[in-house]
Nanobody, 128 residues
């Protein structure tokens, strides 16, 4: 059974940093994509960052230069380092995993559709 468990969320002031973690277990995809998504109240879920099994990464324009996605394959952990946080980054953050779609583009990787498994989310709140 696939499990994705996020952690690391919390409350910070604008300009602060957080590192989110997603512990993954139970999936056996040799080619895959993992991603971070977020959803603020009243808004649609949006892609934040993604990384595939070859190490290719994609970022939403709103976070590029501030957020970094990485993975520890040995520990099956996905990370999202978030720096220079702003109030508009406030949201529930989710990780997800998908079997590789056969192609990798930024738009495909950051779309919230077509993912096989999702975590339960971790809340990030940034105050001004």
């Amino acid at each position: 059974q696939v499990q994705l468990v996020e952690s690391g969320g919390g409350s910070v002031q604008a300009g602060g940093s957080l590192r989110l973690s997603c512990a993954a277990s139970g999936y056996t995809y040799s080619s895959y994509c993992m991603g971070w998504f977020r959803q603020a109240p009243g808004k649609e879920r949006e892609g934040v960052a993604a990384i595939d099994s070859d190490g290719s990464t994609s970022y939403a324009d709103s976070v590029k230069g501030r957020f970094t996605i990485s993975q520890d394959n040995g520990k099956n952990v996905l990370y999202l380092q978030m720096n220079s946080l702003q109030p508009e980054d406030t949201a529930m953050y989710y990780c997800a995993v998908a079997r590789a779609w056969g192609y990798y583009t930024k738009s495909r990787a950051l779309s919230p559709t077509g993912w096989n498994y999702w975590g339960q989310g971790t809340q990030v709140t940034v105050s001004s």
